[in-house]
């Protein structure tokens, strides 16, 4: 049977999806094909409204967010473009901007920066290259297994920042990439505060993800930044 995602009945036709699958107790819903598809086939194949990541030639579905993500997903994304914007140091994108892994694998991080001087990796379809950094907000149904692949996916691309935050067990990781083994190493956190290596000057207080409600985004971005707006 064919998936049903936005794409014309023609494009349908030249990959046929045998096989709609539910994994595990979740129900995290795949489309497996006559072959493994390709990333260039998953870009032709999806839009910007179909919230799927390709791994090892499947297609899968993710889970729905719950609120307490989104509003985190809300609240960093916005800072982040509030301060990169003012100091035009590149390019935030939010969890619809395809990361490519392999010829058969493409991610869908929550957030992701881009230098201003590699801003010609930023494409309509994908990145061509690995963003400088890339945040994963957990959720209850995100399973360890699947964590550590999403670290070691991003280390092999050469992703040269990765923060992982654990919002259900409020715990946050952060690596940044050794230049000279080319492996992810924990980036020092000092007071509760993570400083970007990547994003120049950025810093937050990791208290601030597990208030309730959030900090006001404008009073964090004042503080961050070190002047009003």
Partial sequence: MSVALKKPQKRLEKIKILKK????????????????????????????????????????????????HEDLFRFLLSIMVFYTEKYNLGFIRGSRTLVPITPYTGRLPDILFVRKERENIVT?????????????????????????????????????????IDQPRKKMQAFFLDEATKKFLPLDVKDSILTSNVVKGFWIKIDWLWQKPLPSVLEVFKEISGDEM
């Avoid at 595990?24 to 990333?39: C, K, R």
């Avoid at 399973?143 to 692949?149: I, K, N, V, Y």
Wanted: charged fraction near 30%.
């Fill in 124 to 164: 309509q379809k994908r990145l061509t290259d690995a963003p400088d950094l890339v945040i994963e907000i957990l959720s209850p149904s995100d399973r360890p297994s699947e964590t550590m692949q999403r670290l070691s996916n991003y280390e092999q691309i050469g992703v040269k920042e990765f923060w992982i």
């Fill in 21 to 68: 699958l539910r994994l595990g107790n979740n129900h995290q819903v795949a489309y497996v094909a006559d072959h493994p598809i390709t990333l260039d086939e998953f870009c032709d194949l999806v839009d910007e409204d179909d919230d799927v990541e390709l791994i090892d030639g499947v297609i899968l579905e993710k889970m729905a967010a719950q609120d307490p």
